[in-house]
């Protein structure tokens, strides 16, 4: 539910999400962790996964500056097909040794491919 209300304001054609306050004026913002900030769910375990996205989103800000809502849609996709995965007998715990070799990998391929930015590049 959270990643499907953030996913709206993903990339430069993104939509606002306009976020109701008790008091005051409507925020209205199309910044991911802010729109994931706001999202309470009343079931204890959907608020717990939601809790779950939103230090995911948290923890993109925090370290990159950007990219929040892309950080929760992909969380979005992996939890989704983990649990896709698992329901169809695979090991949880092979199934996480495999998420985090392929984040190895990844990051090893996007350093390899990295340039350092000097000077006039920047901007």
């Known amino acids: ?45 959907e608020n717990l996964g939601a809790q779950m996205v939103r230090e995911v989103a948290s923890k993109t800000s925090d370290v990159a500056g950007d990219g929040t809502t892309t950080a929760t849609v992909l969380a979005q996709a992996i939890f989704r097909e983990g649990v896709r995965t698992v329901a169809a007998g695979a090991s949880p715990m092979a199934l996480k040794r495999g998420i985090d070799k392929a984040v190895e990998v990844a990051v090893g391929e996007i350093k390899r491919l990295s340039r350092e930015v000097k000077g006039d590049m920047i901007a």
């Open 1 to 45: 539910i959270l990643a499907d209300a953030v996913k709206i304001t993903l990339g430069p054609k993104g939509r606002n999400a306009v976020i109701e306050k008790k008091f005051g004026a409507p925020v209205i913002t199309k910044d991911g962790v802010t729109v994931a900030k706001e999202i309470e769910l009343q079931d204890p375990l």
